[in-house]
């Protein structure tokens, strides 16, 4: 789509421009897109005898008192009467002239929101309008759109610019075309693009403001569901490009599979085995694998990437783990050393910390090929590491990074003709439904089954006031042998605040607990205190561990049989289900005490509920994404999808299924409209997808 700059439109200059730039508006074409958050309706006069409370109305009538009044605060207190009723307008903010226009017999109209103040119905601070004499002044013929805006643009400038695009549309001067065939829009069922454009930004009197509120007209249903379309077409175009490259194929075996299970102290799931039977089927293909394995906390996915490793390694070639903090990379690296020294196996440790001469040797041994696994922090994808032959990427807790950094990979074959296999690994159970949308661009496979003998977690939430019982708890788990974790979690977003708080928590606990040895991680520590801290607890020489959720992901420590977790009511359930999976890892009962601050609002009440009853990770996922969003489940930039417009993925949850299909039916029946598509909805922003 062409762009016809804003400074086009008169009156814009570079400060409206950069204002309209803030509303992620770049052309004429795009202020068409901005729809509004909602609308008022100006289009008719009610009745003061009708009035109700937290509505807004437009009423007209005649001025009977203005008096400045002293309540708690001074005010102007004007009382309006039409042949219904009485109201009144109160100003707390006002100018002798102001006063001055209300004088006994005026005739106003006014449009505000009715509140039930001292005097009956009241009006604080209303737009108004004085009435001459005779004048029935005409009401407004449509809706009133209220758009998003910013600093220094005020709706009616807005809704004046808005109205210029319009008719520069209309004499022909700009144009949005229709992009969907229209075949595939009567199958659909989706009105045209203009009429739902018009719709929006001058919707009629009689327009459903309660259907549009919940943003379910067809009008929105329709641009809500191009919008999902584009970025499915966007995700789709970026693993059609990485696919187009070459990717070594994997299907050496030499043996190097059976010798590490049966090394192993355990056998592999059922669902273990089938996850690696796909991810088999994938290696052995030319193309490059784009996989993502979701597994709940403690399903065993480590050992899964090991063996997709080793096919890498067995078939002559490189294979390397990124973890997404040094932690978790330190703890995989212990893993795999201890699992692939034992056969031969080389694997370098490469974290953005490691400097000078270690750091040298173990680049050098990625790029001659010495070493043939890499494990490390997403330092190993920087510029100057080299790889001799990598055909595996493996990539953990993808969440924490970006479609970006996954990515970049692609430029690490370094064989300079391929491409390598990508294995994503994600404990955060994506609901189904965004996993499509979010990942749309890989292949899923899921390990929906716990090792045996794994006992479920019992979970009990008590309140605060009864910490020296929770204490007692600590005390009674330490003196069996067992280890506990205390969690503080972030109080007001402020970091600093919570390490705080987790010093002083450690401090009391310490006092409480003389007899046992405890430590503290928080994330405003050096990574190599906290590495040797973690260190100490896995060793069994802390007994109890005070942690901000830096340790939410991934730290496996079995003898761990009790977490208490602070103020649980301020985390979502998916970040507390995966704090609770840090625990439960052996085979003795496991707790975890939801130390709650009463009073519990209802609805963390419930969510606390739903953690209680159940320790499947998906069912929680789901009932976290309705009672929270999609935004803070995935988190605002895990989605790997860049913000949406209009349409809202759990409003909208409903069309992702017809986006699939109406996908599928586009590349097929026209699929040079896909482009212009993607174009319209990421612009820029696609391009930022397809580049890497
Ligand atoms: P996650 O999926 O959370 O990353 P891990 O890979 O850390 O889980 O595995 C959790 C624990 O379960 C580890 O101690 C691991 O050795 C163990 N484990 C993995 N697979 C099995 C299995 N099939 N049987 C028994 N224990 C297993
Ligand atoms: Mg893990």
């Given at each position: 789509?062409?762009?016809?700059?804003?400074?086009?439109?008169?009156?814009?200059?570079?400060?409206?421009?950069?204002?309209?730039?803030?509303?992620?508006?770049?052309?004429?074409?795009?202020?068409?897109?901005?729809?509004?958050?909602?609308?008022?309706?100006?289009?008719?006069?009610?009745?003061?005898?009708?009035?109700?409370?937290?509505?807004?109305?437009?009423?007209?009538?005649?001025?009977?008192?203005?008096?400045?009044v002293q309540g708690r605060r001074r005010s102007l207190l004007v009382r309006l009467r039409d042949g219904s009723g009485?109201?009144?307008?109160?100003?707390?903010?006002?100018?002798?002239?102001?006063?001055?226009?209300?004088?006994?017999?005026?005739?106003?109209?006014?449009?505000?929101?009715?509140?039930?103040?001292?005097?009956?119905?009241?009006?604080y601070h209303p737009e108004y309008r004085l009435l001459r004499d005779d004048a029935a002044a005409e009401v407004e013929e449509t809706l009133t759109p209220i758009y998003p805006t910013t600093e220094g643009l005020a709706q009616p400038r807005l809704r004046a610019l808005i109205v210029q695009a319009f008719e520069r549309l209309d004499s022909g001067d700009i144009s949005v075309e229709e992009r969907l065939p229209d075949g595939l829009r009567s199958r659909f069922r989706l009105p045209a693009l203009r009429e739902c454009l018009d719709y929006l930004h001058f919707p009629p009197p009689d327009a459903p403001l309660e259907t549009l509120a919940e943003g379910a007209h067809p009008a929105q249903r329709r641009l809500a569901l191009e919008e999902l379309l584009a970025h499915q077409l966007s995700l789709h175009r970026v693993r059609l490009d990485i696919q187009r490259d070459a990717a070594p194929e994997l299907n050496a075996s030499n043996g190097l599979a059976s010798r590490f299970l049966t090394r192993l102290p355990f056998s592999l799931t059922?669902?273990?085995?089938?996850?690696?039977?796909?991810?088999?089927?994938?290696?052995?293909?030319?193309?490059?694998?784009?996989?993502?394995?979701?597994g709940d906390v403690g399903s065993g996915k480590t050992v899964v990437a090991a063996m997709a490793m080793l096919a890498a390694v067995a078939g002559g070639y490189q294979a390397a783990l990124m973890a997404p903090t040094e932690l978790l990379a330190e703890q995989h690296y212990r893993s795999l050393k201890g699992w692939f020294?034992?056969?031969?196996?080389?694997?370098?440790?490469l974290s953005g910390k490691l400097k000078g001469k270690a750091r040298l040797d173990a680049k050098a041994r990625l790029s001659e090929g010495r070493a043939q696994v890499a494990v490390g922090t997403?330092?190993?994808?920087?510029?100057?590491?080299?790889?001799?032959?990598?055909?595996?990427?493996?990539?953990?807790?993808?969440?924490?990074?970006?479609?970006?950094?996954?990515?970049?990979l692609r430029q690490k074959g370094e064989t300079g003709t391929t491409t390598p296999h990508q294995l994503i690994m994600t404990a955060t159970p994506i609901p189904r439904t965004l996993a499509m949308s979010a990942y749309a661009d890989l292949d899923v496979s899921m390990i929906d089954e716990l090792p045996p003998g794994r006992t479920p977690v019992k979970t009990v939430a008590v309140a605060d006031?009864?910490?020296?019982?929770?204490?007692?708890?600590?005390?009674?788990?330490?003196?069996?042998?067992?280890?506990?974790?205390?969690?503080?979690?972030?109080?007001?977003?402020?970091?600093?605040?919570?390490?705080?708080?987790?010093?002083?928590?450690?401090?009391?606990?310490?006092?409480?607990?003389?007899?046992?040895?405890?430590?503290?991680?928080?994330?405003?520590?050096?990574?190599?205190?906290?590495?040797?801290?973690?260190?100490?607890?896995?060793?069994?020489?802390?007994?109890?561990?005070?942690?901000?959720?830096?340790?939410?992901?991934?730290?496996?420590?079995p003898n761990a049989s009790l977490m208490i977790i602070e103020n649980p009511e301020r985390l979502g359930l998916a970040q507390l289900h995966q704090l609770r999976g840090r625990v439960g890892?052996?085979?003795?009962?496991?707790?975890?005490?939801?130390?709650?601050?009463?009073?519990?609002?209802?609805?963390?009440?419930?969510?606390?509920?739903?953690?209680?009853?159940?320790?499947?990770?998906?069912?929680?996922?789901?009932?976290?994404?309705?009672?929270?969003?999609?935004?803070?489940?995935?988190?605002?930039?895990?989605?790997g999808l860049v913000g949406m417009k209009i349409a809202d993925l759990s409003r909208d949850r409903d069309l992702l299924e017809r986006v699939r299909e109406l996908s599928r039916a586009l590349l097929e029946e026209?699929?040079?409209?896909?482009?212009?598509?993607?174009?319209?909805?990421?612009?820029?922003a696609a391009g930022r997808y397809g580049q890497v």
């Amino acid at each position: 789509m062409s762009i016809t700059p804003l400074d086009s439109l008169a009156g814009v200059g570079p400060a409206m421009a950069e204002r309209l730039a803030r509303l992620q508006l770049a052309g004429v074409e795009d202020l068409l897109f901005h729809l509004p958050l909602r609308y008022q309706d100006r289009t008719r006069v009610t009745p003061i005898a009708t009035l109700k409370p937290g509505r807004e109305a437009v009423i007209e009538g005649e001025v009977t008192a203005a008096d400045i009044v002293q309540g708690r605060r001074r005010s102007l207190l004007v009382r309006l009467r039409d042949g219904s009723g009485i109201a009144s307008l109160r100003f707390f903010h006002f100018s002798p002239a102001q006063k001055g226009q209300f004088s006994r017999g005026t005739r106003l109209r006014l449009f505000g929101e009715a509140r039930t103040g001292s005097t009956g119905l009241e009006f604080y601070h209303p737009e108004y309008r004085l009435l001459r004499d005779d004048a029935a002044a005409e009401v407004e013929e449509t809706l009133t759109p209220i758009y998003p805006t910013t600093e220094g643009l005020a709706q009616p400038r807005l809704r004046a610019l808005i109205v210029q695009a319009f008719e520069r549309l209309d004499s022909g001067d700009i144009s949005v075309e229709e992009r969907l065939p229209d075949g595939l829009r009567s199958r659909f069922r989706l009105p045209a693009l203009r009429e739902c454009l018009d719709y929006l930004h001058f919707p009629p009197p009689d327009a459903p403001l309660e259907t549009l509120a919940e943003g379910a007209h067809p009008a929105q249903r329709r641009l809500a569901l191009e919008e999902l379309l584009a970025h499915q077409l966007s995700l789709h175009r970026v693993r059609l490009d990485i696919q187009r490259d070459a990717a070594p194929e994997l299907n050496a075996s030499n043996g190097l599979a059976s010798r590490f299970l049966t090394r192993l102290p355990f056998s592999l799931t059922g669902a273990q085995r089938r996850v690696l039977t796909e991810i088999g089927g994938d290696l052995a293909r030319a193309t490059p694998m784009l996989r993502l394995v979701q597994g709940d906390v403690g399903s065993g996915k480590t050992v899964v990437a090991a063996m997709a490793m080793l096919a890498a390694v067995a078939g002559g070639y490189q294979a390397a783990l990124m973890a997404p903090t040094e932690l978790l990379a330190e703890q995989h690296y212990r893993s795999l050393k201890g699992w692939f020294e034992p056969l031969g196996i080389d694997v370098a440790w490469l974290s953005g910390k490691l400097k000078g001469k270690a750091r040298l040797d173990a680049k050098a041994r990625l790029s001659e090929g010495r070493a043939q696994v890499a494990v490390g922090t997403h330092a190993l994808f920087q510029e100057d590491v080299h790889f001799h032959r990598l055909a595996l990427a493996v990539i953990d807790e993808q969440h924490r990074f970006g479609v970006h950094q996954r990515l970049a990979l692609r430029q690490k074959g370094e064989t300079g003709t391929t491409t390598p296999h990508q294995l994503i690994m994600t404990a955060t159970p994506i609901p189904r439904t965004l996993a499509m949308s979010a990942y749309a661009d890989l292949d899923v496979s899921m390990i929906d089954e716990l090792p045996p003998g794994r006992t479920p977690v019992k979970t009990v939430a008590v309140a605060d006031e009864r910490r020296s019982e929770v204490t007692e708890r600590i005390r009674n788990a330490c003196l069996e042998g067992r280890q506990a974790y205390w969690v503080c979690t972030l109080i007001e977003e402020s970091e600093a605040l919570t390490c705080q708080a987790a010093e002083v928590t450690r401090d009391t606990l310490t006092e409480a607990l003389p007899e046992f040895a405890v430590g503290l991680v928080h994330g405003r520590m050096k990574s190599a205190e906290k590495a040797e801290v973690m260190a100490a607890f896995r060793d069994g020489e802390l007994d109890l561990l005070v942690a901000t959720t830096v340790i939410e992901v991934g730290v496996d420590v079995p003898n761990a049989s009790l977490m208490i977790i602070e103020n649980p009511e301020r985390l979502g359930l998916a970040q507390l289900h995966q704090l609770r999976g840090r625990v439960g890892r052996g085979s003795v009962e496991s707790f975890c005490v939801l130390l709650y601050h009463p009073p519990l609002s209802d609805s963390s009440r419930e969510r606390l509920g739903v953690l209680r009853e159940s320790s499947d990770g998906f069912r929680i996922a789901e009932r976290d994404l309705e009672l929270r969003g999609p935004g803070e489940v995935l988190g605002t930039r895990q989605t790997g999808l860049v913000g949406m417009k209009i349409a809202d993925l759990s409003r909208d949850r409903d069309l992702l299924e017809r986006v699939r299909e109406l996908s599928r039916a586009l590349l097929e029946e026209a699929p040079e409209a896909a482009e212009p598509l993607v174009q319209r909805w990421l612009g820029d922003a696609a391009g930022r997808y397809g580049q890497v």
